[in-house]
């Protein structure tokens, strides 16, 4: 168990292009630990590796409730959408805000496991919001980027529901 520390808005590497994984090996093993060992205990719902300063094309996602359903992307890639989805998303590298982001409400991501295997997996919802988020990520976008417009700190406390907002 090893945390990293989470990089937030302001530094280079966030808006920086992560690179493919090579190598399956022992240290992107080690990463992929330490990268759900950090999103968990910040409580987030997905990290992408430059989050904590490595530039290499590795997501991690877990948007179930009990937070024990972890999915591993290494060099995802959306190779399907269809629909949309309005909402609030926040991000682990821009701490206390969020936004009004529009996604796509289905998403197929192509992807290798952790044994390097190509795997590809259908997302709707709240999962296919967090994939669009974390692959961004791996692109050096950040959700500011793509926003419609910040929500206010009142609209932030009310947890307003999915496509409801203004
Ligand atoms: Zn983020």
Avoid: W
Wanted: hydrophobic share 35%; glycine share 8%.
């Amino acid at each position: 168990m090893a945390t990293r520390i989470i990089r937030v808005m302001g530094d280079p590497v966030l808006n920086k292009k992560a690179k493919t994984v090579t190598n399956f090996g022992e240290k992107t093993v080690e990463l992929i630990e330490d990268m759900l060992d950090t999103m968990y205990e910040a409580q987030g719902v997905g990290l992408a590796a430059p989050q904590v300063g490595i530039l290499k094309r590795i997501v991690v996602i877990d948007v179930s409730e009990e937070q024990d359903d972890p999915i591993i992307l290494i060099n995802p890639e959306i190779i399907e959408t269809s629909g949309e989805q309005r909402g609030g998303e926040g991000c682990l590298s821009v701490p206390g805000r969020q936004a009004v982001v529009t996604r796509p409400r289905h998403v197929t991501v192509q992807f290798q496991n952790r044994n390097g295997e190509t795997i590809q997996r259908e997302a709707e919802g709240f999962e296919a919001r967090a994939i669009c988020h974390e692959i961004d990520h791996l692109d050096g976008r950040l959700y500011l980027d793509v926003m419609e417009r910040e929500l206010t700190a009142e609209e932030i406390q009310s947890h307003i529901p999915e496509d409801d907002l203004e």
